[in-house]
């Protein structure tokens, strides 16, 4: 089955920019979606399709998604993106979905 | 405002079944993809199953299949998941998801429920 790997966790200080990687085999041929879940909270769909994001979703949002890489970014960091971060593929040969095991964004 | 509500959690004891149901309102049902996702306590994001949606076609986590039964019924607006021979790591929140037609982001999630499989 397909695995995406994602770093338990991710520090970063207010005002600068958190990357948050999601590694897995050729991921760059699918497409990845990103969600951010606070504590008590279900999940939120932040970027989708690798780099749209929905609507509500500040641009402070980004992503990227290349080789065996996709990257969600988050430029100018607040307090309020403290949450963990969960990548997301469909596994076509499969069926079924995949999450990444989630990382958590510490804000300093 | 678009919403899915679940309902029908608990705690069964191993070997038991349950049923949990999925309400939707504020957006066209019959046009979404609706998905099961769990969160087992203090642990990540875990796909259970999917359904069409016409009903068509369903696919399962290999951890669930055989186990689990996803239906819909689109004229109430509503997901369900039929969950028997229930284990203790199946406890876990469950949340209903959903995906727009042709897309497997989940842009629409309810608040979750809790179930609990314990002697």
């Known amino acids: ?108 | 405002q678009v919403q899915l509500v679940e309902s029908g959690g608990g705690v069964v004891q191993p070997g038991r079944s349950l049923r949990l149901s999925c309400a939707a309102s504020g957006f066209t049902f019959n046009s979404y993809g609706m998905h099961w996702v769990r969160q087992a306590p203090g642990k990540g994001l875990e796909w259970v199953a999917v359904i069409w949606y016409d009903g068509t076609y369903k696919y399962y986590a290999d951890s669930v299949k055989g186990r689990f039964t996803i239906s819909r019924d689109n004229s109430k607006n509503t997901l369900y998941v039929q969950m028997n021979s229930l284990r203790a790591e199946d406890t876990a929140v469950y949340y209903c998801a959903g995906a727009a037609l042709g897309s497997y982001a989940f842009d629409i999630w309810g608040q979750g429920t809790m179930v609990t499989v314990s002697s």
């Open chain 1, 1 to 108: 089955s397909y695995v995406l790997t994602q770093p338990p966790s991710v520090s970063v200080a207010p005002g600068k920019t958190a990357r948050i990687t999601c590694g897995g085999n050729n991921i760059g041929n699918k497409s990845v979606h990103w969600y951010q879940q606070k504590p008590g909270q279900a999940p939120v769909l932040v970027i989708y399709y690798d780099r749209d994001r929905p609507s509500g979703i500040p641009e402070r949002f980004s992503g990227s998604n290349s080789g065996h890489t996709a990257t969600l970014t988050i430029s100018r960091v607040e307090a309020g993106d403290e949450a963990d971060y969960y990548c997301q593929v469909w596994e076509s040969s499969s069926d079924q979905g995949v999450f990444g095991g989630g990382t958590k964004l510490t804000v300093l």
